[in-house]
């Protein structure tokens, strides 16, 4: 997911620069720091520019989605990688005119990634509509009956996400089983169900139609019953 080599390594075969550049990447998520990385093993002199306060991007809204938390350690491996290469890590800097004309690079790489995609419907301005990645990060927060614009993976992992606020955790379940707390017909509800009541609305016949095989290879876990409909 995070070695673009991976499988096609004498079609992309790394090698040294033959004029070593200044290179300016735009973009501290997964593949402004793997250009970063790519570059600096080439022997450019990189410097990677990130208007945020921490580097990441969008893999880090998988701390929040059930299954997918080990994701988030492939920012702490490609930041070590950064370290080890001598890359220039700039952070809290959005890139201008300006900035590029004080960093004077040979070379630009735009890694900026994507921006959410707003459909043109009616009351899309209301104050209850809110993006998913906003959700993801903690930055907006919902109401109990909630509707998710999008059966795509990002839709998908934010109803996930969702119905499992308000369940009790494996390490809380086991404290009250071993202590014989409550009746197994209350834990099991509260393993189950959470406090909220999700639906997915997508457009096409099929949900999920971009998910990666880093999500298809791997065993979802079990969204709680009766709380996520599509």
């Not at 520019?49 to 299954?67: D, H, M, S, T």
């Not at 406090?195 to 971009?210: L, S």
Request: net charge neutral; with cysteine.
């Amino acid at each position: 997911m995070v070695n673009p080599r991976a499988g096609m390594e004498r079609e992309l075969e790394m090698t040294p620069a033959a004029r070593p550049k200044n290179v300016l990447v735009v973009g501290g998520g997964p593949a402004g720091m793997k250009a970063a990385c790519t570059a600096a093993e080439r022997g450019h002199r990189v410097t990677l520019a990130e208007k945020g306060p921490q580097l990441g991007g969008q893999l880090l809204l998988n701390r929040n989605i059930p299954g997918r938390k080990e994701m988030v350690t492939v920012v702490a491996d490609l930041i070590h990688n950064l370290e080890v290469l001598s890359v220039d890590v700039i952070l809290g800097r959005e890139v201008d005119g300006l900035f590029v004309k004080e960093v004077a690079p040979d070379a630009v790489v735009l890694a900026t990634g994507a921006v959410p995609f707003l459909p043109d419907i009616s009351g899309i301005q209301d104050e209850r509509v809110v993006l998913a990645w906003d959700v993801l990060s903690g930055r907006a927060s919902v109401g109990r009956r909630v509707v998710v614009v999008g059966g795509n993976a990002v839709g998908l992992e934010t109803a996930l996400h969702l119905a499992n606020q308000g369940t009790i955790s494996p390490e809380v379940l086991h404290f009250l089983v071993a202590n014989r707390a409550e009746p197994w017909n209350t834990l099991e509800d509260l393993t189950n169900r959470g406090n909220k009541h999700v639906t997915v609305v997508e457009m096409t016949k099929k949900a999920g139609q971009d998910i990666g095989g880093s999500t298809v290879g791997r065993r979802h876990p079990p969204h709680p019953e009766g709380q996520v409909s599509c």
